[in-house]
């Protein structure tokens, strides 16, 4: 009989908000082949030449304004949520990052040790697919199990952008801040070049080929992250009785030139604080876990934005982070 262990994997996050740290943690990031889709040798010069010269000051900087006693808040409050679930499930569950520590390749080691395991699930901590996020983390596991002569087997559950339990985590996370009183609701979802939505489309005729696309049914909706965060606003605004006129959706975290999806939250931002909103929220549904993206991006730099353009408050919603109905969706994920 098949003994299973649970590997979850996030992103990851330099080892020290200091600029030789962030330049590590940036080069193993960038230099994969799933975030910047280009020929290695295209890549190399492109993040030695152009990105690593400079954007480590200003990334070590923002990494400064959030950083705890613990270290990183990704990681920190990813151990919180492998706490969380070792207690409430019998299966030896692993935390790793795909980018710094620990390292996705000691978990998958560490799990396949263990007296008796022949299976071990990786569960992508992303709801979304995206071959920078999902692919990228089931690839390196592949790549350590044949490096290693595992004797264990990789299982991986789809995506759960539409999973009821995910769904209602999120509009659990969410209920007391959409209880008090505010203006709009922003569903910031992190961004990706448009190219990568069109990699990863198994027809290559369907997505972004017309304006609605993610409305048609098609099997590239299996792989296309466009189409999956518009089924997770449309299930949490179903969810929680928004209305058409009190919510956005925007993008974030744009890097380079290339054509982005669009709109950009600052963009939104700023239009919707030039119609009079004063009061905002953001939902940050593409992270499960709050980070560099949400906690500096949004909340610092965000507020920023907003205010700047005549808004008065903009307040980020966490992330679900170790809501206990987030803990009891992810022991949902890794049983079922």
Same mark, same amino acid.
């Given at each position: 009989?098949?003994?299973?262990?649970?590997?979850?994997?996030?992103?990851?996050?330099?080892?020290?908000?200091?600029?030789?740290?962030?330049?590590?943690?940036?080069?193993?990031?960038?230099?994969?082949?799933?975030?910047?889709?280009?020929?290695?040798?295209?890549?190399?010069?492109?993040?030695?030449?152009?990105?690593?010269?400079?954007?480590?000051?200003?990334?070590?900087?923002?990494?400064?304004?959030?950083?705890?006693?613990?270290?990183?808040?990704?990681?920190?409050?990813?151990?919180?949520?492998?706490?969380?679930?070792?207690?409430?499930?019998? *299966?030896?569950?692993?935390?790793?990052?795909?980018?710094?520590?620990?390292?996705?390749?000691?978990?998958?080691?560490?799990?396949?040790?263990?007296?008796?395991?022949?299976?071990?699930?990786?569960?992508?901590?992303?709801?979304?697919?995206?071959?920078?996020?999902?692919?990228?983390?089931?690839?390196? @596991?592949?790549?350590?199990?044949?490096?290693?002569?595992?004797?264990? !087997?990789?299982?991986?559950?789809?995506?759960?952008?539409?999973?009821?339990?995910?769904?209602?985590?999120?509009?659990?996370?969410?209920?007391?801040?959409?209880?008090?009183?505010?203006?709009?609701?922003?569903?910031?979802?992190?961004?990706?070049?448009?190219?990568?939505?069109?990699?990863?489309?198994?027809?290559?005729?369907?997505?972004?080929?017309?304006?609605?696309?993610?409305?048609?049914?098609?099997? @590239?909706?299996?792989?296309?992250?466009?189409?999956?965060?518009?089924?997770?606003?449309?299930?949490?605004?179903?969810?929680?009785?928004?209305?058409?006129?009190?919510?956005?959706?925007?993008?974030?975290?744009?890097?380079?030139?290339?054509?982005? *999806?669009?709109?950009?939250?600052?963009? !939104?931002?700023?239009?919707?604080?030039?119609?009079?909103?004063?009061?905002?929220?953001?939902?940050?549904?593409?992270?499960?876990?709050?980070? *560099?993206?949400?906690?500096?991006?949004?909340?610092?730099?965000?507020?920023?934005?907003?205010?700047? @353009?005549?808004?008065?408050? *903009?307040?980020?919603?966490?992330?679900?982070?170790?809501?206990?109905?987030?803990?009891?969706?992810?022991?949902?994920?890794?049983?079922?």
């Amino acid at each position: 009989m098949s003994q299973r262990a649970v590997l979850l994997v996030n992103l990851g996050s330099p080892d020290r908000p200091d600029i030789p740290s962030v330049r590590h943690y940036l080069d193993e990031f960038l230099m994969d082949r799933h975030v910047i889709q280009l020929p290695w040798l295209l890549r190399r010069l492109l993040v030695s030449l152009f990105i690593l010269p400079k954007r480590p000051d200003r990334v070590a900087y923002a990494y400064g304004n959030i950083w705890t006693p613990r270290g990183s808040p990704l990681v920190a409050l990813s151990q919180d949520l492998l706490k969380e679930v070792q207690a409430r499930i019998p *299966l030896p569950v692993a935390v790793a990052m795909r980018y710094g520590r620990p390292l996705l390749e000691g978990g998958v080691l560490k799990l396949a040790a263990l007296p008796g395991i022949t299976e071990i699930l990786l569960l992508p901590l992303y709801p979304h697919y995206a071959e920078s996020t999902v692919l990228t983390c089931v690839n390196e @596991a592949e790549r350590v199990i044949k490096k290693h002569h595992l004797n264990v !087997t990789l299982t991986v559950p789809p995506p759960f952008y539409a999973h009821p339990s995910y769904i209602n985590a999120l509009v659990e996370s969410a209920k007391p801040w959409l209880e008090q009183s505010f203006d709009h609701v922003v569903f910031s979802y992190h961004g990706l070049p448009e190219q990568h939505l069109r990699s990863a489309d198994p027809t290559h005729k369907h997505c972004l080929k017309t304006k609605n696309c993610c409305q048609v049914d098609s099997p @590239a909706h299996a792989t296309c992250y466009r189409h999956q965060i518009m089924r997770t606003t449309a299930a949490f605004v179903a969810a929680s009785g928004l209305r058409q006129e009190q919510y956005s959706i925007s993008f974030q975290s744009r890097l380079g030139r290339a054509k982005w *999806l669009e709109p950009t939250t600052e963009h !939104t931002l700023k239009i919707l604080a030039a119609k009079g909103v004063k009061k905002v929220l953001v939902l940050c549904p593409s992270f499960v876990t709050d980070c *560099l993206e949400t906690l500096e991006e949004i909340e610092l730099q965000g507020l920023e934005t907003f205010k700047h @353009a005549g808004g008065t408050s *903009l307040t980020l919603i966490p992330c679900l982070n170790t809501h206990p109905a987030w803990v009891e969706t992810v022991c949902r994920l890794v049983q079922e």
